[in-house]
C-alpha cells in the first residue's frame, strides 16, 4: 500500500509539474519578456537588408520570440526577386536574426528599351534602362515579356543561361569572357570579347562544343586570334573558322 501511495504521489508530482512548466511556458507567450523589438539582418547589401528588416518587423515587432511563425516569414522572404534563401533564428530576449543567401545576376536581357536582370536558375531580379558592363547581353523580340520576381520561361533565355553555365573558369582563361548570347530559331551564338563569334548551334553537347572552340583556341597562333572572325562547332566533330581577311566585305 505504501509502495503504491508512493507512486501515485509520483505520478501526480509529474502532472502537476508538467502543468505549471505549460502554464508558465503559455504566461512567457503573452508576456512582454521576450517581445520583438530589433531584427538582425546578415548576408544581405544594405538596401536590401532594410527592406528585409522592415518586412519582418511589419510581421513580427511586438510578438513573443515564442510565437512568431518563422517558417511563414521565410517563405514571404523568399518571394523578394533578391533573395534566394534565408533562415530565421530566435536570438533572446527581443532578436530575431534573418540570415539571408543573395541571387547574383549572371546576365542582362534586352528587350526595346528595357535590361532585365537574370540569375543563374532564370529568375528576373529587376529591370533597369541600362544593363551592366560586366554582364553578358542577350537581345530578345519586342514582344517578349519578362516579370520581376518570376522565372523567365523564355527558351531563348534558358539556351543563354545553359551557354553560361558550361563556360568554365578555364574556357574564359583560354578563350575569353563572353559578352553577348544570341538565341534564334532553336540556334545559339556566343560572342566573346568584342567581335569572336562561337557558333554553337543547338544548344545541347554544351561541355563538348565548348572544350572543341578551346583547342582550337590553342592552336592558333597569337597573331592570327585577332583575325578570327567565328569558330562553329555546331557540329563539334568537324569544327570550323573563318578569318575576317576570307570573309565577303560588307
Known amino acids: 500500500?505504501?509502495?503504491?501511495?508512493?507512486?501515485?504521489?509520483?505520478?501526480?508530482?509529474?502532472?502537476?509539474?508538467?502543468?505549471?512548466?505549460?502554464?508558465?511556458?503559455?504566461?512567457?507567450?503573452?508576456?512582454?519578456?521576450?517581445?520583438?523589438?530589433?531584427?538582425?539582418?546578415?548576408?544581405?547589401?544594405?538596401?536590401?537588408?532594410?527592406?528585409?528588416?522592415?518586412?519582418?518587423?511589419?510581421?513580427?515587432?511586438?510578438?513573443?520570440?515564442?510565437?512568431?511563425?518563422?517558417?511563414?516569414?521565410?517563405?514571404?522572404?523568399?518571394?523578394?526577386?533578391?533573395?534566394?534563401s534565408v533562415s530565421i533564428d530566435r536570438a533572446f530576449p527581443h532578436t530575431l536574426a534573418v540570415t539571408v543567401q543573395v541571387e547574383r545576376p549572371v546576365m542582362a536581357v534586352e528587350i526595346a528599351k528595357t535590361a532585365y536582370l537574370v540569375a543563374p536558375d532564370g529568375r528576373v531580379l529587376e529591370s533597369r534602362s541600362t544593363p551592366p558592363k560586366h554582364l553578358p547581353i542577350v537581345q530578345l523580340p519586342g514582344g517578349t515579356t519578362l516579370l520581376v520576381g518570376r522565372s523567365s520561361g523564355d527558351a531563348n533565355v534558358d539556351a543563354a543561361l545553359l551557354v553560361l553555365r558550361q563556360a568554365t573558369p578555364d574556357f574564359v582563361h583560354h578563350v575569353g569572357r563572353i559578352t553577348e548570347l544570341q538565341p534564334h530559331g532553336g540556334l545559339i551564338t556566343a560572342v566573346v570579347g568584342k567581335r569572336l563569334k562561337l557558333r554553337l548551334g543547338t544548344p545541347d553537347q554544351l561541355p563538348l562544343k565548348l572544350a572543341v572552340v578551346e583547342r582550337v583556341m590553342r592552336r592558333i597562333t597569337q597573331a592570327q586570334r585577332a583575325e578570327v572572325a567565328y569558330i562553329d562547332v555546331s557540329a563539334p566533330g568537324r569544327p570550323a573558322y573563318g578569318l575576317r581577311s576570307t570573309l565577303p566585305s560588307g
Open 1 to 84: 500500500m505504501r509502495s503504491q501511495g508512493r507512486r501515485r504521489l509520483m505520478i501526480l508530482l509529474a502532472i502537476v509539474g508538467t502543468l505549471a512548466v505549460l502554464g508558465g511556458y503559455k504566461l512567457l507567450e503573452m508576456s512582454s519578456a521576450f517581445a520583438v523589438d530589433h531584427v538582425a539582418v546578415t548576408g544581405a547589401p544594405p538596401g536590401l537588408r532594410t527592406e528585409i528588416a522592415s518586412a519582418v518587423s511589419a510581421t513580427a515587432a511586438g510578438h513573443s520570440l515564442l510565437t512568431v511563425d518563422r517558417g511563414a516569414i521565410e517563405r514571404r522572404l523568399e518571394e523578394m526577386p533578391y533573395v534566394k
